[in-house]
């Protein structure tokens, strides 16, 4: 079974950086994307950032473009995500996610492994 631990969360004031590292207990080649979610409280899970596993390729929510970065290390099975201009609006648990339907990086439905989240606030 695949297992996936965030770390790098984390209290930043406004227009301030962050990384978070996601590493996984398996190579990701056999999932098709790998993602980083957001969740905060009383909304909805939504996707931030994928890339796919076996390539380059990325895909970014509105809201993040720009500021955000996700990126891989295959040899060490570590995804990335790399914050900047973090804004109030971004605070969140943040999760990553291995598996996804061809299309939809971004949809949190069939994600088979996820990691149990780091918390991410951006607060004055």
């Known amino acids: 079974v695949q297992q996936l631990t965030e770390s790098g969360g984390g209290s930043v004031q406004p227009g301030g950086s962050l990384k978070l590292s996601c590493v996984a207990s398996?190579?990701?080649?056999?999932?098709?994307?790998l993602t980083w979610f957001r969740q905060a409280p009383g909304k909805e899970r939504e996707g931030v950032a994928s890339?796919?596993?076996?390539?380059?390729?990325?895909e970014y929510a509105d809201s993040v473009k720009g500021r955000f970065t996700i990126s891989q290390d295959k040899d060490k099975n570590t995804i990335y995500l790399q914050m900047n201009s973090l804004k109030p609006e971004d605070t969140a648990m943040y999760y990553c996610?291995?598996?996804?339907?061809?299309?939809?990086?971004?949809?949190?439905?069939?994600?088979?492994?996820w990691g149990q989240g780091t918390q991410v606030t951006v607060s004055s």
């Open positions: 996610a291995a598996g996804g339907v061809s299309r939809k990086a971004l949809v949190p439905e069939g994600y088979n492994y």
């Open positions: 890339i796919l596993s076996r390539g380059v390729s990325a």
């Open positions: 398996k190579p990701t080649h056999t999932s098709r994307y």
